[in-house]
């Protein structure tokens, strides 16, 4: 009988040990590497704008460049995040894409593009990107840059919760927020409630302004 009991209390110190070292990895070492990830991704754009537009783009009509899968081409800002807070955008949203940032949804517009430029994010894990997202208020600016310009929206509407079948959130006119004509409009959306995926969180932006690069930041980043 004693050596039941001592076997199945090893047995729970084992189990016990394992769940918390995967607490661990889920809550502290995904975050670390990915916050490294999306450092990686911001490095990456920064160098490739550093190198300036090639002689086809300075030689043709500016028109956006498809996005290529799994790439970042755009950094996000969000003040109300805390001023240190920047996330690169890449295009797609598949599960090992979100891993190193922000993900575009593919069938939306393109940034600053006529129709609704759509980014999602994950609330928790992978460097919690959107864990203040319940924090976002109407009039709270969303920045953005594709290294030749300043994009700056503003909130709408939002946090609004609805279920993940909810999929005209990010159509080109999103009608819960009230639009009724076509704009240049922003939808963000992560998980909710923060550990889970029953639901989702969603604010709605319009494109208030934007300005070259070369102008400096926008006002919205200045401290």
């Given amino acids: 009988m004693r050596v039941v009991v001592r076997t199945v209390s090893e047995l ?119 864990k203040d997202f319940p924090k976002l208020r109407p009039g709270d600016a969303v920045v953005l840059t594709d290294g030749t310009t300043w994009f700056t929206y503003r909130i709408d509407k939002g946090p609004y919760k609805t279920l993940p079948t909810d999929i005209e959130v990010i159509d080109p006119v999103p009608r819960k927020p009230g639009y009724t004509r076509q704009g240049r409009y922003l939808t963000l959306t992560t998980c909710d409630p923060e550990w889970g995926h029953s639901h989702r969180l969603i604010v709605w932006a319009h494109l208030d302004s934007t300005q070259p690069v070369e102008a400096g930041k926008p006002e919205a980043l200045r401290r």
């Avoid at 040990?17 to 070492?29: G, P």
């Avoid at 590497?33 to 999306?38: E, F, G, L, P």
């Avoid at 899968?69 to 690169?88: C, E, H, Q, S, V």
């Fill in 12 to 130: 729970c110190v084992t189990v016990g040990t394992m769940i918390v070292l995967f607490v661990v990895y889920v809550m502290f070492w995904t975050g670390v590497r990915a916050d490294s990830v999306m450092d990686d991704q911001i490095d990456q754009l920064q160098e490739q704008w550093a190198q300036g537009p090639g002689e086809s783009a300075r030689s043709s009509p500016p028109e956006p460049a498809p996005y290529v899968a799994d790439k970042p081409f755009a950094i996000m800002y969000i003040p109300r995040l805390g001023f240190t807070w920047n996330k690169p955008v890449l295009e797609g949203t598949a599960t090992h894409t979100l891993k190193k940032g922000l993900g575009h949804y593919a069938s939306t517009a393109q940034l600053g593009q006529k129709g609704n430029f759509s980014v999602a994010g994950h609330r928790r894990t992978y460097g919690d990107p959107f």
